[in-house]
């Protein structure tokens, strides 16, 4: 079946399930397939279930609702941009190695103000869920917000064939998935893509000033929206960051003091990327203020926690050694007492693991703590005088024979050490 036939069927029934344990009546179930599942499988059961149809890429007995297409994940790519096509809206696409959902957020709210706003959902930012947020796209949108998550070249350059982002943003280049990247300059070239293609596509970006590479390698986009904290469009500073941040405006915006709820200095570039966007989309600057500061992260995100006596710092979806310093360094300048670090390993640094993780603790080194763990096999060998075990469920014993009270305690690790669970 062609695309544009496929496309009339997907507007009858638009809730497209990949899952068929979560199939509803009437959705369209695509049967993807990877090294350990086979969608193909349960094609027959999804449609027992309720779906309409199940698209399917292995021949199965005859059942009209039953549709074959040569590969199951090119033809929801393809429906996507496809169904992309329809949308003459701005696209806005947001990448980076930190804060790129907290951007994504922040830009959410503060468009939604005005203008009907659709984004990713959750984490869905790959090579499947970035089709799917597409997808989820419907008639009244105003504006998209497409988050693009990547751990190796090319990733972004193939996101953008079917998101098409008419404007993007690249958070920073810092060192997150070097294994797949190979190197600080992959990076910069991996995520560069989402430049490329603005470029190539007469698109415009907005960007943080103070990173002179982003200086580097936006050379010949049409548009460029500069904030910072020096020069720019707009500029703002942290003014307090003990615990939640609060950005003084100083050129571009007149609504003075933003106060956050957003833990550490290091959410700055975050929130000027929302005012700048904001601004240039002309949302009024009471509105732009008012969704920042109602914003609220979630998802084990720099969430400020309150538990008996102690507050806690929760950071456990993501750990690269760049968002992982500016933590450190974050609760290293808090005025409190009793401060903790509980960290997990880095994922996905390959060869660099080691030397990474070496120079994590010697930035532990440079400040007084009442306790530190170290979770994961990552640090091993490498903990000196530090407590340390090898997973987060012997992490949460830990933690509850400590009783810790007055204190402050960050806890922050890759997804892959799930530390979210100390707190369970």
């Known amino acids: 079946m062609d695309i544009i036939s496929l496309y009339q069927i997907f507007l009858q029934h638009p809730s497209i399930q990949t899952d068929s344990r979560k199939v509803q009546k009437g959705d369209l179930f695509f049967a993807l397939k990877g090294p350990n599942f086979n969608g193909n499988l349960f094609a027959k059961k999804a449609l027992s279930d309720g779906a309409a149809f199940a698209i399917v890429d292995e021949r199965q007995e005859g059942d009209e609702?039953?549709?074959?297409?040569?590969?199951?994940?090119?033809?929801?790519?393809?429906?996507?941009?496809?169904?992309?096509?329809?949308?003459?809206?701005?696209?806005?696409g947001i990448t980076g190695s930190n804060g790129k959902t907290t951007t994504k957020e922040l830009i959410h709210a503060v468009l939604s103000q005005q203008f009907k706003t659709y984004t990713t959902e959750g984490n869905l930012n790959n090579h499947i869920g970035i089709p799917l947020t597409v997808l989820k796209i419907k008639k009244d949108?105003?504006?998209?917000?497409?988050?693009?998550?990547?751990?190796?070249?090319?990733?972004?350059?193939?996101?953008?064939?079917?998101?098409?982002?008419?404007?993007?943003?690249?958070?920073?280049?810092?060192?997150?998935?070097?294994?797949?990247?190979?190197?600080?300059?992959?990076?910069?070239?991996?995520?560069?893509?989402?430049?490329?293609?603005?470029?190539?596509?007469?698109?415009?970006?907005?960007?943080?000033?103070?990173?002179?590479?982003?200086?580097?390698?936006?050379?010949?986009?049409?548009?460029?929206?500069?904030?910072?904290?020096e020069n720019g469009d707009t500029i703002g500073i942290a003014s307090e960051s003990n615990p939640f941040l609060q950005v003084k405006m100083e050129k571009g915006f007149a609504e003075g003091i933003i106060t956050t709820q957003l833990v550490g200095a290091y959410n700055l570039p975050n929130v000027l990327c929302a005012i700048a966007i904001g601004k240039y989309f002309k949302v009024a600057a009471d509105n732009i203020k008012a969704a920042i500061q109602a914003y609220t992260p979630a998802n084990s995100r720099s969430q400020l926690m309150k538990l008996d006596t102690n507050e806690i710092i929760l950071d456990a979806y993501n750990a690269n050694p760049s968002s992982m310093k500016v933590a450190i360094e974050n609760i290293a300048e808090m005025k409190v007492a009793n401060k903790v670090l509980i960290l997990g390993g880095m994922k996905e640094l390959g060869h660099e693991s080691e030397v990474e993780h070496e120079k994590l603790i010697s930035l532990i080194d440079e400040f007084p703590w009442h306790s530190v763990l170290l979770v994961g096999k990552e640090f091993e060998l490498l903990h000196k005088q530090y407590n340390w075990l090898p997973s987060s469920e012997e992490a949460k014993l830990w933690f509850q024979n400590q009783h810790f009270k007055n204190s402050t305690i960050l806890i922050k690790g890759s997804r892959g050490i799930a530390l979210e669970k100390v707190l369970s």
């Not at 790519?77 to 096509?85: I, M, N, S, V, Y």
């Not at 079917?162 to 190979?182: D, M, R, S, W």
């Not at 910069?188 to 470029?199: N, P, Q, S, V």
């Not at 007469?202 to 460029?224: C, P, Q, T, W």
């Open 65 to 92: 609702k039953i549709i074959v297409v040569e590969n199951v994940l090119q033809t929801l790519q393809d429906l996507a941009k496809h169904h992309r096509e329809q949308f003459n809206i701005p696209f806005i």
């Open 141 to 229: 949108a105003e504006m998209a917000v497409i988050e693009m998550g990547a751990n190796h070249q090319k990733e972004i350059a193939g996101y953008c064939i079917y998101a098409q982002p008419t404007y993007g943003v690249i958070t920073n280049c810092g060192k997150a998935h070097l294994e797949g990247f190979g190197s600080e300059e992959g990076i910069r070239k991996g995520k560069g893509e989402l430049y490329d293609y603005l470029r190539n596509n007469n698109g415009g970006v907005f960007a943080f000033d103070d990173y002179a590479y982003l200086h580097e390698m936006s050379k010949g986009i049409r548009e460029i929206v500069w904030y910072g904290t």
